[in-house]
């Protein structure tokens, strides 16, 4: 039996990364200042507090200004909306994400809807959201976009291909869709109501698991020579150290000898995520100061 390849996004995002300070440096050239992105986190979750860091440093790697605005898991929605309103108006800042999920008493839609779409680096706003589904140019959201782009590093033209985006969530799946349908490719989005999802997966040259369970998706049912992307990213607390360890939606150990290729979690989706963020804040930078962003972004 043959093995699949395990794709390297950790790899790819270092290099995604390193395109992009390029362009940072040339936007400081041209502009003579640094593009800023501001991050909001709300509260204490963990998990967030360690992606808010790593984004942090590799914000500052990449030569942008990093602002980070820490606020208790009390505060009021119209206190983080007066917040939202003041990185609107900072001419320093050219992207501004809150963290999600925020505490229950706050209301994210609203909060979404009051960033400045020019500044919404996470492509969550509606009017990013309509754009993109009306093939127009957009900030679009960061995981599906690095996901995209591992497909097609991996594939080249993905025009035909069968496409199965499991989960529908505004953040991932939705826009994975989008994406992939602008690419030509028959798209299928499952989700909690689907009926034999096994056979619906079983159909796809190209499977992309936004689900969050634990290695849901299970070897058999991947195409022989599919390619899967597995954006889970689930913390299972069955480890010795206690620590616990990290796996994604797909069980990968079984799908690898059906796959043609597979992202790993760690180091898939996640870093690519984190780059994307960054290509898409001097992307932001650029149109607000009148500039083309580079086009091998
Ligand atoms: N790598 C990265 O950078 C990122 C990773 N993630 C991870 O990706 C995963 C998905 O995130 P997100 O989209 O925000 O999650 P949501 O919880 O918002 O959405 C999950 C989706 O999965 C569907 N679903 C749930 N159970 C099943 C099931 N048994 N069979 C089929 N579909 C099911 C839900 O269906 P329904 O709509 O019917 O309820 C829903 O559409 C999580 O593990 C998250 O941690 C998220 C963002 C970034
Ligand atoms: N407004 C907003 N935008 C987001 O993009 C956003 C968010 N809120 N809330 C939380 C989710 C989750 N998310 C991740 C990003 C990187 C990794 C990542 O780098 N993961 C590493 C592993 C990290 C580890 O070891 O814990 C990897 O997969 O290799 C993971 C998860 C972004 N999110």
Known sequence: MTIG?????????????ARV??????????????????????GEDPASAVYVRSKGKMT????????????????????????????NHDERVDGILVQLPLPAHIDERAVIAAIDPAKDVDGFHVTNAGLLATGQEAL????????????????????????????RSNIVGKPMAQLLLAENCTVTIA???????ASVVHRADIVVAAVGRAEMVKGDWIRPGATVIDV??????????????????????????HVRAITPVPGGVGPM???VLLRNTLVAAHARAGLVAPADL
Not at 140 to 167: Q, Y
């Open 5 to 17: 390849k395990i794709i390297d996004g950790k790899g790819f995002a270092a290099g995604l990364r």
């Open 21 to 42: 300070g390029e362009g940072v440096a040339a936007f400081v050239e041209e502009t003579g200042r640094k593009p800023g992105l501001a991050v909001v986190l709300v």
């Open 60 to 87: 500052v790697e990449v030569g942008m200004e990093s602002m980070e605005f820490r606020r208790p898991a009390g505060i009021s929605a119209e206190e983080l909306l007066e917040l939202i309103d003041e990185l």
């Open 140 to 167: 679009v959201p960061c995981t599906p976009l690095g996901c995209l782009m591992l497909l097609k590093d991996e594939l080249g033209d993905l025009s035909g291909m069968e496409a199965v985006v499991i989960g």
């Open 191 to 197: 989700h909690s109501r689907t009926r034999d999802i």
């Open 232 to 257: 889970g990213i689930n913390r299972l607390a069955d480890t010795e150290d206690g620590k616990g360890r990290l796996v994604g939606d797909v069980a990968t150990a079984e799908a690898l000898p």
């Open 273 to 275: 995520t984190i780059a």
